[in-house]
């Protein structure tokens, strides 16, 4: 289902706009950093679905760009019919952040989705854009282009936030495989959260309003199916007319109107509250396979860009830094076996199996991140009403001493940059994340140590109970 938020930079209060949300997925997550790369002319990557999605579809071909930009996203490993490794979010070098939410088209246009359908899917369409755009705009148009050019593969609808410092836009690929999408663009007096997406009017009789763009068909084929009306004088609402006609779910005016609350205080909007909007109990939960927070910043080097990133839900996880020069991640938070679709069948030296592990044994050696911090949400969660405030405190405080931190060694960063020093830059800013990282990891294991002495003891062990989970607004 995922979750998205926009936060347009005159709400801020450190002038920057933010992206945020994270993914729900019954699979594995883990963070990737992806390398810039140059592709050899002629090279094709394999898009689309399987006879195995719900709506199923064939895999085929597409160019592949001559150059790859570099990118950090988060990758997880299964969703129906649809090749692994995913991408749900993540932020590339030119400074274009995607999130990936889900966006239900209405069940007419589910119905009459071609069994034989190709084309990208959603996950294609997210990876694509962080790998070739280099403004948001410019994301939203290559979405456009691909779905006319090769069609697209859908689970019953989509969308995306697309953003960078300038501006953001929702865009939303319709089910139907009539190559229908329409995208709305956010800009700096906007608070916009996705869950699903949504699209409200778009004024067609105005088609060269910059706020808005859409497949050339969008009213025509509407009109033909006996949806809208031109001649009516009804505004063409998107949601109504394409989408589940329930326009924004609760929980997205629930979200959008404490935003918006925050936003009329003097201080505004600082990144603790983006942090807040994410890992809040009543809009995340189990369900959650990550957390991530983009300061969409406008930084004179590539390098000192930066996402901050939890492994597994927020509501019981910190929030680290990761910026975009660092040279590696630490092997805790790569791919393990833990929840990665096929892994729990197969030895990791292919011993009685056709195909080998996809987790290299020395990655396996070591300590699952998203395995520790999931056992840190169950113990919070089973006893929520003790456990989160006193986690929730905690993590607090430590992305307080890190925010300080951070902007520190930005500032340091860029010093080296400056001086024409770019490796000794990414070393720096590799050994900061990456100690950073696993002193989160260290400190959410003795945590779960502690609160596991303490469950026992105060509350025992029923294996029949089912764990409390946070209140749903959705």
């Known amino acids: 289902m995922s979750y998205g938020i926009y936060i347009g930079k005159n709400h801020t209060a450190d002038g920057v706009a933010y992206l945020a949300g994270y993914g729900d997925e019954p699979s594995s997550h883990w963070l990737d950093v992806v390398e810039r790369k140059q592709h050899p002319e002629g090279a094709t990557i394999k898009v689309g679905v399987t006879g195995h999605a719900d709506l199923p579809g064939l895999l085929s071909e597409i160019p592949q760009a001559r150059e790859s930009a570099r990118h950090i996203r988060v990758s997880y490993s299964v969703f129906k019919g649809t090749p692994a490794p995913l991408t749900n979010g993540g932020l590339n070098e030119h400074g274009v952040a995607v999130r990936d939410i889900w966006s239900p088209s209405r069940p007419e246009l589910v119905a009459m989705t071609p069994k034989d359908q190709t084309g990208p899917n959603y996950s294609d369409l997210s990876r694509i854009v962080l790998e070739r755009a280099k403004t948001a705009v410019e994301g939203v148009r290559l979405i456009g282009e691909l779905i006319a050019e090769h069609g697209h593969s859908t689970y019953g609808g989509n969308s995306n936030i697309i953003a960078d410092s300038n501006e953001a836009w929702v865009v939303i690929q319709f089910a139907g495989g009539q190559g229908l999408w329409a995208a709305e663009r956010l800009n700096d007096d906007t608070i916009r959260a996705s869950r699903p997406g949504y699209i409200g009017t778009i004024p067609v009789e105005q088609p060269e309003s910059p706020d808005f763009l859409y497949s050339p068909n969008l009213v025509i084929f509407a009109t033909a199916q006996g949806w809208y009306d031109l001649a009516s004088g009804e505004p063409f609402n998107v949601n109504k007319v394409y989408g589940d006609g329930k326009g924004k779910w609760d929980g997205v005016k629930w979200i959008e109107d404490e935003l918006t609350s925050l936003a009329r205080r003097p201080e505004k909007i600082a990144i603790e509250d983006v942090i807040w909007a994410v890992r809040t109990e009543r809009l995340t939960g189990d369900t959650a396979g990550y957390g991530q927070v983009v300061p969409l910043i406008d930084a004179h080097h590539p390098e000192l860009r930066m996402l901050w990133h939890t492994q597994i839900a927020a509501v019981a996880a910190p929030f680290v830094p990761v910026f975009m020069g660092v040279s590696k991640i630490p092997p805790e938070f790569q791919i393990h076996r ?137």
Not at 379 to 385: F, G, I, M, Q, Y
Not at 395 to 405: D, I, N, P, S, V
């Open 338 to 474: 833990y929840l990665t679709d096929g892994e729990a069948e197969r030895f990791l030296d292919g011993r009685h199996s056709d195909d080998i592990s996809l987790v290299p044994q020395d990655i396996e050696a070591t300590r699952s991140a998203s395995y520790v911090f999931k056992r840190l949400l169950n113990l919070v969660l089973r006893h929520s009403e003790v456990f989160l405030p006193e986690v929730t405190v905690l993590w607090k405080a430590c992305e307080r001493k890190l925010l300080e931190t951070s902007i520190d060694v930005a500032k340091a960063a860029r010093i080296l940059l400056d001086a024409g020093e770019p490796a000794l830059a990414a070393k720096y800013l590799t050994y900061f994340t990456n100690t950073e990282l696993v002193k989160a990891l260290d400190s959410a294991q003795e945590l779960a140590a502690a609160l596991d002495i303490r469950s026992r003891a105060l509350y025992g062990i029923n294996a029949a109970s089912k764990p409390l989970g946070p209140e749903q607004v959705w």
